[in-house]
């Protein structure tokens, strides 16, 4: 469980996630009486500590996060034209993937002037054939930590309007509405967006940042607004509720993202002290 297919040493989460499923499949195994007991439970051993914070060096900074959405029409064909908007949902909005790729014609609000709005209900995560109730590798599902038939308002700038408002003038929708899909009508998948992302940053980037974590993934770019509304000073009730958190998970992730804060804290606290 501690090591990769490679023979390295694998990653804290990896090593959790991993004896958490073999923990739970011998539980099973007990419940139906294929064992008398978890033998795990007589090990001792404990797994390595993991952090859910976000790492700041994988966050992007406004001009960075343009820089790589502008790059992203010029990428082949049709992928990367038609993924363009998917990414700056992810950025604009704080977007997962998988609600991205849920997005549908009729959960944006898209004036032709100011400031529009998303209404998520549904996400589509990847995974594969053999797990999901479709028999396809996207699933309908409800919102992350949200009840079944919960939604969730995210405003959105006027810039991402008029992105959306191009996307759907260029592309239209599918048949069941749904924003980004490929010519088959199907979700892209996370190998064929991560490719043209991956593309993306050697088009964008300078060569030192390529070689950094600064945006590895297409999901540090929710990263990367979250961050950025925690550190203009959007309170943290309302940034969760736009990013999908509860306040608490909020923090605990985004801790070392927020910088800039001391010295205002420093002058507020003053200020009362003063009085």
Not at 104 to 117: A, D, F, I, K, V
Not at 166 to 179: F, P, S
Not at 208 to 225: C, G, N, Q
Request: net charge positive; charged share 25%.
């Amino acid at each position: 469980m501690t090591l990769t297919f490679d023979g390295k040493v694998a990653s804290a989460n990896s090593v959790r996630r991993k004896r958490s499923v073999l923990h739970h499949l011998i539980e099973t195994a007990g419940e139906l009486r294929e064992l008398p007991s978890n033998p795990l439970n007589t090990i001792k051993w404990k797994p390595p500590k993991a952090t859910d914070a976000v790492d700041p060096r994988t966050v992007v900074n406004p001009a960075q996060a343009r820089a790589l959405l502008a790059v992203l029409p010029s990428i082949g064909w049709t992928r990367g034209p038609q993924m363009a908007a998917m990414f700056a949902c992810m950025y604009y909005a704080a977007l997962r993937p998988e609600e991205a790729s849920a997005l549908c014609r009729q959960n944006c609000e898209l004036p032709e002037q100011g400031w529009g709005r998303l209404t998520l209900e549904k996400a589509r995560p990847q995974a594969n054939k053999r797990w999901t109730n479709s028999g396809e590798t996207h699933d309908e599902r409800s919102l992350k930590h949200r009840a079944r038939d919960d939604t969730r308002d995210i405003p959105i700038p006027p810039a991402l309007v008029t992105i959306l408002r191009e996307h759907l003038v260029r592309y239209g929708t599918a048949d069941d509405g749904r924003l980004f899909r490929t010519s088959k009508g199907r979700p892209f998948s996370s190998s064929a967006y991560s490719a043209v992302w991956q593309e993306a940053r050697r088009l964008a980037l300078a060569p030192e940042h390529v070689a950094s974590p600064l945006a590895a993934r297409p999901y540090d770019l929710r990263h990367a607004a979250v961050s950025l509304w925690l550190n203009v000073g959007v309170p943290a009730t309302e940034v969760a509720k736009r990013a999908g958190h509860s306040v608490d998970v909020l923090l605990r992730v985004y801790a070392k993202c927020m910088e800039g804060q001391r010295d205002h804290a420093n002058g507020k606290i003053a200020d009362a002290l003063d009085r």
